[in-house]
C-alpha cells in the first residue's frame, strides 16, 4: 500500500517540528489522540527495573522472570497463586495513579479542543487524568475488567472491589481461595479483559465506544483535523498507525504527527502532511 521509502525527521529538525506542533494544535477543528504503550511508558508505568524489584521481588525469586508483561503469561502453580500475581499486576497498574503527570499535561493541550481518544492501553489512565470517558476507544480492553475465560456470552465485570481484596489480602503469593474469581452465569475461571486471542469479549460498553469513534472520524473526515499519534510502535500497527497514515492520505486538509522515541516515521506518500518528533513523550510535553 505504501512505498518502503520512509521519512524520519531528524534532531536538527525537532524545534521546527515542534513549532508546526504546537500550529497543528492551535489550528485545527479536532484532535484524533492515538495512543500506544509509549504513553504511559512516559508516564512512569514502566514493567523493569525498580518498580518491578519493589512489587514483585518475591515471584522473581521462584520464577526467575525479571519483567511484570513476562511474569503474566506464566502458568503458576495454582489459582490463588495465579489471582496473587494478577491481582497486583492490576492494582498498580490499573488503580494506582502514574507516578508522572504524563497524561494531565496532555489533556492540557487539547481540553478545549474537539477532540477523541483511540488507545491499545489498557491502564484507564485517560479517564484518571480527566479525559471524557465519552470521547475513549479502549480498542484492546481494560484492566479494570473480568470476562469469562471461555466466554458463555458478550460480558464483562467491573473487578475494582475484587482486586483491592485479593491485594490486600494476600499472603506468601496467594490470595484466599474464595476470591478466586469465577462467571457467575457458567462458573468457568474468569479473565482479564483484554484482546490476546479470539475469546476476547466486545461488551456493549466497547462496542457503545467502537460507534462513537467510528461517528467521530465520518462527521470529521474532510476537516482541518490532527491525527496526532503518541508511543504508538509495530506490534499492532493496524489499529491506530495504519489507519491515521490512510486517513490522512485521504484527507488533503489532514495533519499525521507522531512522537515516538526512536520510531517516528511516515510513509512518503504523506510526507508533507506529516510532523514526526524522535523525542520523548514527558519531555516533548
Known amino acids: 500500500m505504501y512505498t518502503k521509502i520512509w521519512t524520519k525527521n531528524t534532531t536538527p529538525d525537532c524545534s521546527s517540528q515542534i513549532d508546526r506542533l504546537k500550529e497543528?494544535?492551535?489550528?485545527?477543528?479536532?484532535v484524533v489522540i492515538g495512543a500506544g504503550s509509549g504513553l504511559s511508558t512516559a508516564a512512569g508505568f514502566t514493567y523493569t527495573g525498580e518498580r518491578f524489584d519493589k512489587h514483585f521481588s518475591d515471584f522473581a525469586r521462584k520464577y526467575g522472570f525479571d519483567d511484570m508483561c513476562f511474569g503474566g503469561f506464566d502458568p503458576f502453580?495454582?489459582?490463588?497463586?495465579?489471582?496473587?500475581?494478577?491481582?497486583?499486576?492490576?492494582?498498580?497498574?490499573?488503580?494506582?495513579?502514574?507516578?508522572?503527570?504524563v497524561y494531565q499535561n496532555l489533556l492540557k493541550l487539547v481540553a478545549d479542543k474537539d477532540y477523541f481518544v483511540i488507545t491499545t492501553n489498557v491502564d484507564h489512565c485517560?479517564?484518571?487524568?480527566?479525559?471524557?470517558?465519552?470521547?475513549?476507544?479502549?480498542?484492546?480492553?481494560?484492566?479494570?475488567?473480568?470476562?469469562?475465560?471461555?466466554?458463555?456470552?458478550q460480558k464483562t465485570f467491573d473487578n475494582e472491589a475484587t482486586i483491592r481484596k485479593m491485594?490486600?489480602?494476600?499472603?506468601?503469593m496467594r490470595i484466599p481461595t474464595d476470591?478466586?474469581?469465577?462467571?457467575?452465569?457458567?462458573?468457568?475461571?474468569?479473565?482479564?479483559?483484554?484482546?490476546s486471542d479470539d475469546t476476547f469479549v466486545e461488551d456493549e460498553g466497547w462496542h457503545r465506544a467502537a460507534e462513537r469513534y467510528k461517528n467521530y472520524?465520518?462527521?470529521?473526515?474532510?476537516?482541518?483535523?490532527?491525527?496526532?499519534?503518541l508511543g504508538v510502535g509495530f506490534?499492532?500497527?493496524?489499529?491506530?498507525?495504519?489507519?491515521?497514515?490512510?486517513?490522512?492520505?485521504?484527507?488533503?486538509?489532514?495533519?499525521?504527527?507522531?512522537?515516538?522515541q526512536g520510531q517516528a516515521v511516515c510513509p512518503q506518500e504523506i510526507e508533507k502532511q506529516a510532523i514526526c518528533i524522535n523525542s520523548g513523550i514527558n519531555s516533548l510535553l
Open 126 to 153: 485517560f479517564q484518571k487524568a480527566g479525559f471524557d470517558k465519552e470521547r475513549l476507544f479502549y480498542a484492546q480492553g481494560d484492566y479494570g475488567l473480568f470476562q469469562c475465560s471461555q466466554p458463555c456470552r
Open 179 to 195: 476470591l478466586v474469581p469465577v462467571c457467575p452465569h457458567c462458573g468457568k475461571p474468569m479473565t482479564m479483559n483484554l484482546r
Open 77 to 101: 502453580s495454582t489459582p490463588e497463586e495465579y489471582w496473587a500475581y494478577w491481582s497486583r499486576y492490576i492494582y498498580i497498574n490499573r488503580y494506582m495513579d502514574a507516578p508522572k503527570p
Open 167 to 172: 491485594f490486600a489480602q494476600q499472603e506468601n
Open 217 to 229: 472520524l465520518r462527521t470529521h473526515e474532510s476537516q482541518k483535523i490532527l491525527f496526532w499519534e
Open 24 to 30: 497543528a494544535i492551535k489550528t485545527t477543528d479536532a
Open 235 to 260: 506490534n499492532t500497527p493496524v489499529i491506530i498507525k495504519y489507519p491515521f497514515w490512510q486517513l490522512t492520505v485521504k484527507n488533503p486538509n489532514a495533519t499525521y504527527a507522531c512522537i515516538n
